[in-house]
């Protein structure tokens, strides 16, 4: 739908289903690129790429459609510090557009305190 919306826009998918299923993910129609693991540095690389009209191919775990999917090293992005990433600023947030089901007076916003799966089962793809 946004496709059809906005032709030019680039769709960018993450996320644990993406990182299981990559090449199916970026074989998608709709696909334009994907991010494999962590998110925040390859997510912001693509950003600054794309609004300065180059291209680029060579960040871990930034994977687009018109090059394939790369294996090795640049296929997972591992955020080994996650101190080294800013707080977010929550007052950017439209905060009254979040509710709870309780109240409609009561604003609520969530946030994940862990990241990844705290097991290492050996038959997961993402036990890296």
């Known amino acids: 739908m946004i496709k059809k919306i906005v032709p030019g826009a680039h769709l960018c998918y993450g996320g644990p ?3 299981i299923y990559p090449g199916e993910t970026l074989s998608l129609a709709h696909t334009d ?4 693991g962590d998110g925040e540095e390859p997510f ?3 950003c600054d790429t ?3 009209g180059k291209a680029i191919n060579d960040f871990p775990g930034l994977h687009f459609k018109q090059n394939g ?4 090293h640049s296929m997972f992005s591992v955020q080994n510090d996650l101190d080294a990433l800013p707080i977010p ?3 950017l947030l439209p905060i ?3 509710t709870s089901v309780l109240s ?4 609520i916003t969530t946030m994940m305190t862990s990241r990844g799966c705290p097991y290492n089962c050996i038959y997961c793809k993402l036990s890296f």
């Open 17 to 19: 289903h993406v990182s």
């Open 33 to 36: 690129s994907i991010i494999v």
């Open 44 to 46: 912001l690389k693509l």
């Open 50 to 52: 794309l609004s300065a």
């Open 69 to 72: 999917l790369r294996e090795a």
């Open 89 to 91: 600023d929550r007052t």
């Open 96 to 98: 009254k557009n979040y």
């Open 104 to 107: 409609s007076s009561d604003y």
